[in-house]
């Protein structure tokens, strides 16, 4: 079977894990500091905050940015559940916006539309790699003084131009927050482990708190405590926070991984164009398309399935499956769970998500594919076509 994604691991990595093994840290050491400093300098970032996974980065990025009961999110509907979940851990509600159909990135105008006065943030994510319209999110939110949290699991490497220039996602050009996964699928991968980038200071000093317990070693001017009580052993419980840590073990991969992340773009893109250019005269899907400005992390090779096809999707899929494809669908509208269903949440809110996603497939893509791998997908994504058509 050919996977839809998976990782790449080499000698150096392994080196690498192996090292922090036999020293004194496993966890909380220097690798950690290391990890950050490399993600800030890979992005353009100020401030990198490591933590145990992507759902953990979004659930502290949605604490900082004073998220709770009473306000609302907008996030798209075409995401994975952890997007929206994030939302809920603070007792806050998601609204799910409607997706451009093209890229599947939510659509500024769907912002537009739904912005009221409880909206206190947006959560674009960034869909297979493709980066969002940014700069028309930034122009709405921030006229509302709205904060905007980048969900950028998809998009390590990729970049889009503004002002004449070239901002890697993360950058947090046009955001308050961008947060990365780093899940085996993901551009990168330290088995398990998120990041949450930012260029405010306060915020990131609320992230190294929530990160862990919410415990600092800086005392605040808290008025009981005793004078004899603080010494270098001290440490201060200043809010509710959660064991978010990562490993320094998995920041040791992570560094690792990180000096290989634009060759491993670099190979994805490859990918993509030998998918473009095999099926650039036409088929029975429409090809993943770019947004204007953009470079794309090609996390993922989303194809639509056209005319007659859409009611086939199911045969399609399962045809390629049978064929040895590891194909996949992203995403089941978020608001279609059963969890968000009992929620309140109704079908067709967003049209063009539920749309994008009777028609959406995911093909193989990954940097480890060889030539044979890719001319084994066309081949089968071919001939599935042929047989449904028989
Ligand atoms: C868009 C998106 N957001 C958030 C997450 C959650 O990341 P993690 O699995 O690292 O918690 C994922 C992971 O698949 C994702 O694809």
Redesign the pocket.
Same mark, same amino acid.
């Given at each position: 079977m050919i996977p839809y994604g998976r990782q790449t691991i080499d000698d150096k990595d392994i080196r690498a894990v192996v090292q922090v093994l036999r020293s004194d840290w496993l966890t909380q050491g220097p690798k950690v500091l290391e990890f950050e400093e490399a993600l800030c300098r890979y992005t353009g970032a100020k401030y990198a905050v490591v933590v145990s996974? *992507?759902?953990?980065?979004?659930h502290i990025a949605c604490l900082a940015a004073g998220l709770g009961k009473g306000q609302e999110a907008m996030v798209p509907a075409n995401?994975?559940v952890?997007?929206a979940n994030a939302v809920l851990y603070t007792g806050a509600q998601p609204v799910f916006a409607d997706i451009d159909h093209e890229t599947g990135n939510i659509d500024p105008r769907a912002i537009m539309k739904m912005m009221n006065r409880t909206t206190r943030a947006i959560i674009p994510?960034h869909f297979g790699g493709n980066p969002c319209a940014m700069e028309d999110i930034y122009g709405l939110a921030k006229k509302r003084k709205i904060t905007i949290i980048e969900?950028a699991? %998809?998009a390590l490497g990729a970049a889009y131009k503004s002002g004449g220039k070239w901002w890697k996602i993360g950058s947090c050009r046009h955001s308050d927050m961008t947060?990365f996964?780093? %899940?085996p699928?993901?551009a990168i991968t330290t088995a398990? *482990?998120?990041a949450v980038l930012t260029n405010d200071k306060r915020l990131y000093q609320r992230f190294l708190k929530l990160r862990s317990h919410g415990v600092t070693k800086e005392p605040s001017d808290f008025e009981n405590r005793n004078a004899h009580d603080v010494g270098p052993w001290y440490y201060e419980m200043q809010e509710l926070g959660f064991n978010f840590r990562i490993t320094d073990l998995q920041c040791a991969l992570g560094v690792s991984q990180l000096k290989k992340a634009d060759g491993f773009v670099r190979k994805r893109t490859r990918i993509a164009q030998l998918y473009r250019k095999a099926w650039a005269h036409g088929s029975y899907f429409d090809l993943p398309s770019q947004q204007n400005n953009g470079v794309s992390a090609w996390h993922l090779f989303p194809i639509r399935l056209k005319g007659r096809f859409v009611q086939r999707r199911k045969e399609m899929f399962c045809w390629l499956r049978d064929l040895g494809l590891g194909v996949q669908v992203h995403y089941i509208p978020v608001y279609w769970q059963p969890y968000y269903a009992r929620l309140g949440y109704a079908k067709g809110s967003c049209p063009v998500a539920e749309d994008f996603y009777r028609r959406e497939i995911s093909l193989p893509l990954y940097p480890a594919m060889t030539s044979a791998d890719v001319r084994r997908v066309i081949e089968c994504v071919n001939k599935a076509g042929a047989e449904v058509l028989k």
């Open positions: 996974s *992507g759902t953990a980065a979004l995401t994975f952890a997007t994510v969900d699991c %998809h947060i996964s780093f %899940h699928l993901k398990e *482990g998120g």
